[in-house]
């Protein structure tokens, strides 16, 4: 069983587009996070969500719009794609107490922006 | 954003060679983590430290977290093919356990090991 699953790995599409990535974890973690990592490889926290509610938001622009329907799922979807946001999104969860800082990462979905 | 230093940018070395990188803050970090990504996977966590002066272990690979809470050192010991990929310290500023903490990454260090 995949603990932090997202949903597409790969992902082609125009400028101007809106596009969705879905992420589910079956850790019972009530944290979850998407972050960037772009083609130098530099990993950027985007997003944090804490049992359903949005605690983290790295001045992304409002294009980007997460929603956590329940603590086990965080979506990111994308308003009017720009070539700029061509990148792997990377969605992780954690939990609470100590294990707060320790993420667990899901495997990564490929967007790329023509 | 702010970015941790991580050094070296990348590393080619043989099978059975040991490998040491660190990295570094401006800043004070009271949690450091070391990760591992493969190629088309997500960053897997290698070891977690919280305490300054801590020297954790895993196998074949250890890590320090610096007594100045600024820095932190990864080790290899005989690597191995497998060993490749990309390795990221991440640090985090906030207080344990908090849900606002952030952890940032570094700028990765590559490995290659030759067989």
């Known amino acids: 069983d995949t603990a932090v699953s997202q949903t597409p790995k790969y992902l082609v599409t125009q400028m101007g587009n809106d596009k969705s990535i879905k992420c589910e974890q079956n850790l019972g973690h009530d944290t979850m996070y998407w972050y960037k990592q772009d083609s130098k490889k530099f990993l950027k926290i985007m997003f944090s969500y804490n049992n359903k509610e949005l605690i983290i938001n790295e001045t992304v622009p409002n294009r980007f719009s997460p929603k956590s329907p329940d603590k086990a799922h965080l979506n990111l979807h994308i308003n009017s794609l720009e070539l700029g946001d061509s990148a792997v999104y990377f969605c992780?969860?954690?939990?609470?107490?100590?294990?707060?800082?320790?993420?667990?990462f899901g495997a990564g979905s490929r967007l790329t922006v023509l | 954003g702010q970015q941790l230093n991580q050094s070296p940018q990348s590393m080619f070395i043989q099978e059975g060679e040991d490998v040491s990188m660190n990295c570094t803050s401006s800043?004070?970090?009271?949690?450091w983590l070391w990760y591992k990504q493969d190629p088309g996977e997500g960053p897997v966590l290698l070891i977690a430290?919280?305490?300054?002066?801590e020297l954790t272990s895993n196998g074949r690979l250890t890590a320090q977290f610096g007594i100045t809470r600024k820095d932190s050192f990864l080790n290899i010991s005989a690597s191995i093919p497998s060993d490749v990929g990309i390795y990221f310290c991440?640090?985090?500023?906030?207080?344990?356990?908090?849900?606002?903490?952030?952890?940032?990454f570094g700028t990765g260090t590559l490995l290659a090991v030759q067989p």
């Open positions: 800043s004070i970090f009271n949690t």
């Open positions: 991440a640090g985090s500023p906030g207080v344990c356990g908090g849900a606002t903490n952030k952890l940032i």
């Open positions: 430290l919280y305490k300054a002066g």
């Open positions: 992780a969860s954690s939990q609470g107490g100590r294990g707060a800082n320790v993420l667990t």
